[in-house]
């Protein structure tokens, strides 16, 4: 069976490989790397393929790195070979969120209504920068781009997948010619 990225969600990237046993050094770009100190498998993306992994041991260190020690790679030469990969878990392995939290891919789909102007559209991507994720959607064949922060997010309801946003007058416009 073939696991796609659809199915899953990015983990982080292996750093360097470390000693000449095959230990690697890895980046768990997650919110919280505790919750993975229990890691049994992943998947690495090798030329575009998810492959999977056994972790046979991972001990956390700081600010998100690991020691990880997977099974199969056993020299230095095999984890050299996997430094720069990008690590992926299927999107069943995320941990429970409370009802007022949410992961960016779920956000995907859900419709959006702004408290004056009604409904905009459906979310179509998530666009990820570190410091100011956007939403994109579509009103009218026009592209909109929704801060996601507190300002303009008043509330997103993942059972009725609906977000509700307050928006400045004319920001919807912004992107019209």
């Known amino acids: 069976m073939v696991i796609n990225h659809d199915a899953c969600y990015y983990l982080g990237y292996i750093s360097k490989a470390q000693g000449f046993k095959g ?3 890895a ?14 498998s992943l998947l690495i993306d090798i030329n575009g393929v998810l ?7 991972l001990n956390l260190k700081d600010k998100g790195f690991v020691h990880l020690k997977l099974e199969g790679v056993n020299d230095g030469n ?16 995320l941990p ?17 209504e702004d408290q004056n102007l009604g409904e905009l559209g459906f979310v179509e991507k998530v ?12 009103r009218d064949s026009t592209e ?7 300002t303009f997010i008043v509330s997103v309801d993942k059972k009725a997948k609906l977000i509700r946003v307050s928006l400045p007058d004319g920001m919807v416009d912004l992107n019209q010619n």
């Open 23 to 25: 230990g690697i050094i």
């Open 27 to 40: 980046f768990l770009d997650v919110d919280n790397p505790d919750d993975y100190k229990n890691l049994k």
């Open 51 to 57: 492959t999977p992994f056994f972790v046979e041991s």
């Open 78 to 93: 095999s984890a050299n070979r996997l430094s720069k990969k990008e690590m992926y878990l299927p999107l069943n392995k």
């Open 96 to 112: 429970e969120l409370g009802d007022d939290e949410y992961y960016l891919h779920e956000l995907v789909g859900m419709k959006v």
């Open 127 to 138: 666009l990820d920068y570190s410091a100011n994720p956007l939403i994109q959607l579509f």
């Open 144 to 150: 909109v781009l929704i801060p996601l922060n507190d």
